[in-house]
């Protein structure tokens, strides 16, 4: 059963890392899917998601994706509220409806954005509007163990801080921050993961780089937006299935 996780795993981190996702709802319904406890499911996720997060980082914002005085306004107050978000627990099927309705939010966002024509210029976000949006996300990250770059995307988009492509390069390492606090949050939780995780790291990294190289050069801003919709429809489908 391991290797039938890992090739699933795999496959979801290329296509999460083509829009600068790390892929940690769509671990979340992988190890679901198989049975796994929502106290492995949790921190699992989330070091996956630092993993490929660090990778799809590096690929992003050597495309020149990445923009700072876009980044830190989401990110200072992200990861305290992640930290808090972390030391909470949630369990069954409760844990699944709260990530699958996350979800469906961030996708009806990204599929009426993807219905208008392209966006013009972007222009970075008001400091107290950006900070106050991390806060609110980065708990919901450390709640979930979803690295928080989902719900990230399509605010970014929607507000006209971002095209869909600088939203993806942002969207990389506000995962891999968030995902660090949430993990810091409950260390204990670290005691309780699958054998196979290192072999699974290895499989998400390779997966997660091939798919940041195919989404930071070669899919445009429209692509990236409609990819990511279906994907986010698909799992919190899956998730709301008792």
Partial sequence: MAWAI????????????????????????????????????????????????????????????????????????????ALLGGRLVLTGYTYHVLVALCLLWATARLL??????????????????????????????????????????????MRGWATAQEAAGLAAPFILVNSLAALLARPVALMQMPLALPLWGVGVVLSGWLGARVGSQYLSARRVQQLLASILLFTSLYLLIP
């Fill in 6 to 81: 890992g090739l699933a795993l795999a496959s979801i981190a290329f296509l999460y890392a083509t829009t600068g996702q790390a892929g940690g709802s769509g671990y979340i319904a992988v190890l679901s899917w198989f049975g796994l406890a929502a106290v492995v499911i949790r921190p699992t996720a989330l070091i996956l998601n630092c993993v490929v997060a660090v990778m799809t980082t590096a690929t992003y914002a050597r495309a020149g994706w990445f923009r700072w005085q876009r980044f830190w306004p989401v990110t200072i107050l992200a990861v305290p509220a």
């Fill in 112 to 157: 009426g954005q993807s219905a208008v024509a392209d966006p013009g210029p972007s222009t970075p976000p008001p400091a107290l509007a950006a900070m106050a949006t991390g806060g609110i996300i980065g708990f919901i990250s450390g709640l979930t163990g979803i690295g928080g770059g989902i719900f990230l995307t399509p605010v970014l988009v």
